[in-house]
């Protein structure tokens, strides 16, 4: 059973751009959710997919968008980036979106410049 | 507004001591409190959880203690290893949000030797 993977690892881009994450989920998760963590800060949600629809969405401006696609693989992207979206990235799934325990990618640190 | 408050921000205890990190909350629907560990470099994993239909959970070295009245529970790292050196989350989620977890800040932990 392969855990959850996301890539890339690092990624450096410059103020203005577009980046997409991509996350796959867990061997049979449906539940797929993103965070972000600022530095010294806690994983602050932006927003979840149950089989391909969103699900609930944190405080976060519309220029941060996703997808899930049917084999629950999900992307995040995210326009007009700024300074302040400098952090790590995570995703998390689960079995369902009923299930408690989540789990977590490594992550994609992402600097803007 | 903050609705996981985390203390504190760091702590540093000797080898063999015990760890004890604070959290508390304020949403009333939240009824499962999960902790995450999380190393440098990685996404958190789940630690242990607790239910508030219950006062303690014990798994080896590490219990939560939970205090529904006062709307409080913390994490006490029994025998503290240089091992355990790591940054913990308390989180909350409620049936109603999906189980989506509103994490704490964290607590940053260093055993020493």
């Known amino acids: 059973e392969t855990g959850v993977t996301q890539s890339p690892t690092h990624l450096i881009k410059t103020r203005g751009q577009q980046v997409t994450l991509r996350c796959s989920s867990q061997?049979?998760?449906?539940?797929v959710s993103w965070y972000q963590q600022a530095l010294g800060q806690g994983p602050q949600f932006i927003f979840q997919?149950?089989?391909?629809?969103?699900?609930g969405r944190g405080n976060f401006p519309p220029r941060f968008s996703g997808l899930q696609f049917p084999n629950y693989s999900s992307e995040l992207n995210v326009n007009a980036l700024e300074l302040d979206d400098s952090a790590l990235y995570l995703c998390a799934s689960r079995p369902d979106r009923a299930s408690t325990e989540a789990f977590f990618g490594q992550g994609t640190r992402l600097t803007v410049v | 507004q903050q609705q996981v408050k985390q203390s504190p921000q760091s702590l540093i205890v000797q080898k063999g001591g015990i760890s004890i990190i604070n959290c508390a909350y304020e949403n009333t629907a939240f009824d499962y409190f999960p902790w995450y560990q999380q190393f440098p470099g990685k996404g958190p994993a789940l630690l242990i959880a607790?239910?508030?239909?219950?006062s303690e959970k014990k798994e080896g070295r590490f219990t939560i203690s939970f205090n529904k009245s006062a709307k409080q529970f913390s994490l006490h790292i029994m025998d503290s290893q240089p091992g355990d050196s790591a940054t913990y989350f308390c989180a909350a989620s409620e049936p109603g949000g999906s189980y989506i977890p509103t994490f704490g800040r964290g607590t940053s932990l260093i055993v020493h030797p």
């Open positions: 607790i239910r508030p239909d219950v």
């Open positions: 997919y149950y089989r391909e629809e969103e699900n």
């Open positions: 061997s049979g998760h449906n539940t």
